[in-house]
T-cell receptor
Framework: EPEVTQTPSHQVTQMGQEVILRCVPI?????FYWYRQILGQKVEFLVS????????KSEIFDDQFSVERPDGSNFTLKIRSTKLEDSAMYFC????????????FGDGTRLSIL | AQSVAQPEDQVNVAEGNPLTVKCTYS??????LFWYVQYPNRGLQFLLK??????LVKGSYGFEAEFNKSQTSFHLKKPSALVSDSALYFC????????????FGSGTKLNVKP
């Protein structure tokens, strides 16, 4: 069964540095998402992306964050000037067209800011 | 605004006994509801969904969920729990006006003891 893959599985970065989290969504999917899960807490929506542009974003997704689909397969989340509170699991998801379609999640990238 | 609530942080059940993980929703129209499971160090896996139709929805791994409009609930159930069902379970609702946005509950940790 096709999977969403995320790299790296764990990223350790110094505070203030920039990080790029990478995702390869399922190939025929049209919608792409990023979520964040701070340890032991709920899954929080960050952003959705369709047709090469952001279709929805949460209040968490401020100017520090950006997303890009640089080619036909990758979907990236960039976090500029990282802060300690950015430490979390970041999940990428993708879904096919239609309201009945569930999201398919990757296994996440654990981001640790030191 | 749409939201879901999971009133129990943790549910403990003995192997072989029936299990219920509770979810209530708050949606202004007809809801699109989903259940996901998360195993340690993994992403969320889709279990089942309610879009319309039968109130009893069957999903993966023997799980089912009952949609109850009068009680605004969508509880996850399984007739006979397995130790391997121990995981974190999330209820989610799709935003009716922004289909690319999902809201997740806070998660319920299911512990199935042998």
């Amino acid at each position: 069964e096709p999977e969403v893959t995320q790299t790296p599985s764990h990223q350790v970065t110094q505070m203030g540095q920039e990080v790029i989290l990478r995702c390869v969504p399922i190939s025929n999917h049209l919608y792409f998402y990023w979520y964040r899960q701070i340890l032991g807490q709920k899954v929080e929506f960050l952003v959705s992306f369709y047709n090469n542009e952001i279709s929805e974003k949460s209040e968490i997704f401020d100017d520090q964050f950006s997303v890009e689909r640089p080619d036909g397969s990758n979907f990236t989340l960039k976090i500029r000037s990282t802060k300690l509170e950015d430490s979390a699991m970041y999940f990428c998801a993708s879904s096919d067209w239609g309201v009945r379609q569930p999201q398919h999640f990757g296994d996440g990238t654990r981001l640790s800011i030191l | 605004a749409q939201s879901v609530a999971q009133p129990e942080d943790q549910v403990n059940v003995a192997e072989g006994n029936p299990l219920t993980v509770k979810c209530t929703y708050s949606v202004s129209g007809n809801p699109y509801l989903f259940w996901y499971v998360q195993y340690p160090n993994r992403g969320l896996q889709f279990l089942l969904k309610y879009i319309t139709g039968d109130n009893l929805v069957k999903g993966s791994y023997g799980f089912e969920a009952e949609f109850n409009k009068s009680q605004t609930s969508f509880h996850l159930k399984k007739p006979s729990a397995l130790v391997s069902d121990s995981a974190l379970y999330f209820c989610a609702v799709r935003d009716l006006y922004n289909f690319n946005k999902f809201y997740f509950g806070s998660g319920t940790k299911l512990n199935v003891k042998p």
